[in-house]
C-alpha cells in the first residue's frame, strides 16, 4: 500500500518570495513516481512536475523544482518567485512503475500568495 | 490534439436518479481511470480500465458504481440511485502506459 502525507493544509507566501509544500511519502515499491499537482478554483488538475525514484537529478520545471531526497521518502515542491497566480490547492501524488498504476494523492496544501 | 474530454462539466441530479459521466480519453491512450475528489480532499482512485476490459476496480462502491470502456466510444461511469453522498467532483485521467497522465476538466455531480 501507498501512503502520501501533506502536513500543511495551508501555507501563505508574499508575492515574489519562494516556497516549500511539504509531502512524504510511504511505499514498499521499489521503483515509484511521485507528481505534484496544482488544482486552482477552476477545479482542474495541472501537472507541475514529476520525479522518478531512480533519477539522480531533482527535477524541475520552470519555476518549480522537487526536492526529492530518497532515504527520508520526501518530495518537496520548491515554487521559487511566487505569482499570484500561484495561489490554488496543491497536491503530492505518487504511482507504482508496475502493477496498477493507480495514483496515491494527498490530502492538499491550500497556498494563498499575498500581494 | 484534443486532451482528455469530459462531460458534461456539471451534473445536478435528484436523490434517486442515475448519472452518467463521460470520459473521452486523449487520442493514443487506452487507459483510463476514475477518480473520486469529495470536497477539501484529494482524489481517490477508482477504477482503472482498457478498452472493453476493467482492470482495477478496487476503488469503486460496491454498489450502485459501475464503469465500462466500451471498443468505440467514451469510458462511461454510470452512478444508479445517487444520493446526497455522492456529491463529488469525479475526475477521468488516461495515459498510454507508459508514465505521465492526463486529466480531464472533472465533472462535479451535485444531487439535491
Known amino acids: 500500500a501507498q501512503k502520501i502525507t501533506q502536513t500543511q493544509p495551508g501555507m501563505f507566501v508574499q508575492e515574489k518570495e519562494a516556497v516549500t509544500l511539504d509531502c512524504t511519502y510511504d511505499?514498499?515499491?521499489?521503483?515509484?513516481?511521485l507528481f505534484w499537482y496544482k488544482q486552482p478554483s477552476s477545479g482542474e488538475m495541472i501537472f507541475l512536475i514529476y520525479?522518478?525514484?531512480?533519477?539522480?537529478q531533482n527535477a524541475t520545471e520552470g519555476r518549480y523544482s522537487l526536492n526529492f531526497q530518497k532515504a527520508r521518502k520526501s518530495a518537496n515542491l520548491v515554487i521559487s518567485a511566487s505569482q499570484l497566480g500561484d495561489s490554488a490547492m496543491y497536491f503530492c501524488?505518487?504511482?507504482?512503475?508496475?502493477?496498477?498504476?493507480?495514483?496515491?494523492f494527498g490530502s492538499g496544501t491550500r497556498l494563498q500568495v499575498q500581494p | 490534439n484534443a486532451g482528455v474530454m469530459q462531460n458534461p462539466r456539471h451534473l445536478v441530479r435528484r436523490r434517486g436518479q442515475e448519472a452518467r459521466l463521460r470520459c473521452s480519453p486523449m487520442?493514443?491512450?487506452?487507459?483510463v481511470y476514475w477518480y473520486r475528489q469529495l470536497p477539501e480532499e484529494g482524489l481517490k482512485f477508482m477504477v482503472y480500465?482498457?478498452?472493453?476490459?476493467?482492470?482495477?476496480e478496487s476503488g469503486m462502491p460496491k454498489e450502485r458504481f459501475s464503469a465500462e470502456f466500451p471498443k468505440e466510444g467514451p469510458s462511461i461511469l454510470r452512478i444508479q440511485q445517487v444520493v446526497r453522498g455522492d456529491s463529488a467532483a469525479y475526475f477521468c485521467?488516461?495515459?498510454?502506459?507508459?508514465?505521465?497522465?492526463?486529466f480531464g476538466s472533472g465533472t462535479r455531480l451535485t444531487v439535491v
Open positions: 520525479q522518478g525514484s531512480y533519477d539522480e
Open positions: 501524488a505518487m504511482i507504482p512503475d508496475t502493477g496498477r498504476r493507480a495514483l496515491t
Open positions: 511505499t514498499s515499491d521499489q521503483s515509484y513516481g
Open positions: 480500465l482498457q478498452k472493453e476490459n476493467i482492470i482495477d
Open positions: 485521467a488516461s495515459s498510454g502506459g507508459t508514465a505521465g497522465y492526463t
Open positions: 487520442k493514443g491512450h487506452s487507459h
